[in-house]
């Protein structure tokens, strides 16, 4: 149990007070400076590297290095300025959020969430607190998993993203160690995750793995792609899959062969087969017939191919799991999408 500790006897708000942050598992592990960052955020770098230089801060009682790492018992002691130290009270901001998510699967290490269209998974210019994450963390909350009274500088973390209007499969890792295999294991691509979408038009192969050329424009939030090699463009990867075709519509598995923003929806428009419903790269008098209100894309499916020791997540390697019930899927068969 992480220990926060304020133990000055203080005259004033602006004394400087001493707080000890006792080293629990999921702090373990983190340079010194990085863990400050993150249990003092309102303590400016320039300060804190100032104070440990000074031997204000203090770790196990003697001086150490930024670049020291963490050991599970240590203890760090500050002696700083009362005004760096918050009261916490943000910390809880997550229970204005509801705790209903759709749990594919959970363990004691993570949790696979299938988010559904509309959500954002973090807070984004409009700050609204219902989020993805929020909703997580007030989940793992109410089943006494997390605390944040309890934790120094970890919180449940998100370990990849989808768009606000893309439903499907979001991996949360619920406790440090789970966090830092999942970001090696899916930055090494020994995860792999595949969508389904319905794009307008009849593909021209079964299947095929498309490659292109992807900018961004981050004052307008849009990608646009090109067939050649551009200035700040970036290679894209689409291998695609035709499952079934009927209407002048084409259902699709997809696997991103690389994973850059907006790469499916505008990957596939590019060609000539922008998605349904797609109200950013799409046919607006294609969409408009149809009443959607959200592009027909889901991370349906996700799989764990570990090459290399994965820890406590070893369990999970060769499993896979899957959204049985994708909403545009049933409909498309059904022929009821117009």
């Not at 699967?105 to 700050?127: F, R, S, W």
């Not at 463009?233 to 696997?255: F, N, P």
């Not at 294609?286 to 020791?309: E, I, R, V």
Request: aromatic letters at 8%; glycine letters at 6%; a positive charge.
């Amino acid at each position: 149990m992480a220990i926060w500790q304020n133990r000055s006897k203080m005259k004033s708000s602006l004394e400087d007070v001493m707080r000890e942050f006792q080293i629990n598992g999921n702090d373990a592990g983190q340079r010194v400076d990085k863990f400050l960052t993150k249990a003092v955020p309102l303590l400016p770098q320039s300060m804190l590297y100032k104070a440990i230089r000074t031997k204000r801060i203090k770790l196990n009682g003697k001086r150490c290095e930024i670049s020291t790492r963490l050991c599970t018992g240590d203890q760090l002691t500050l002696y700083l300025n009362d005004s760096f130290f918050d009261s916490r009270d943000g910390a809880f901001s997550f229970l204005r959020s509801p705790a209903a998510i759709d749990i594919i699967y959970e363990d004691e290490n993570i949790l696979l969430v299938n988010k559904p269209a509309g959500l954002v998974v973090h807070e984004d210019e409009h700050q609204s607190s219902d989020t993805l994450i929020n909703r997580i963390q007030h989940h793992l909350y109410n089943c006494g998993v997390y605390n944040p009274a309890e934790e120094n500088s970890f919180a449940p973390a998100l370990c990849n993203r989808i768009d606000r209007n893309t439903a499907g499969i979001v991996i949360a890792a619920k406790n440090a160690a789970a966090l830092r295999i999942l970001n090696e294991k899916i930055k090494a691509r020994e995860l792999q995750k595949l969508y389904l979408c319905i794009v307008h038009g009849t593909m021209p192969k079964e299947s095929d793995t498309l490659k292109a050329f992807l900018r961004k424009d981050a004052r307008t939030n849009t990608v646009a792609v090109y067939d050649h090699p551009i200035p700040d463009g970036r290679t894209i990867l689409t291998h695609y899959r035709v499952v079934a075709q009927k209407d002048r519509l084409s259902l699709l598995e997809i696997d991103l062969l690389t994973g850059r923003t907006h790469q499916i929806r505008a990957h596939l428009a590019h060609i000539g087969h922008p998605l349904l419903g797609d109200a950013k790269y799409g046919r607006n008098r294609d969409n408009h017939k149809t009443g959607l209100k959200h592009q027909a894309l889901c991370a349906y499916k996700l799989t764990f191919h570990f090459q290399s020791d994965a820890g406590v997540l070893n369990g999970l390697n060769g499993r896979s799991f899957e959204v049985l019930d994708v909403w545009f899927r049933d409909a498309f068969f059904a022929g009821t999408l117009y």
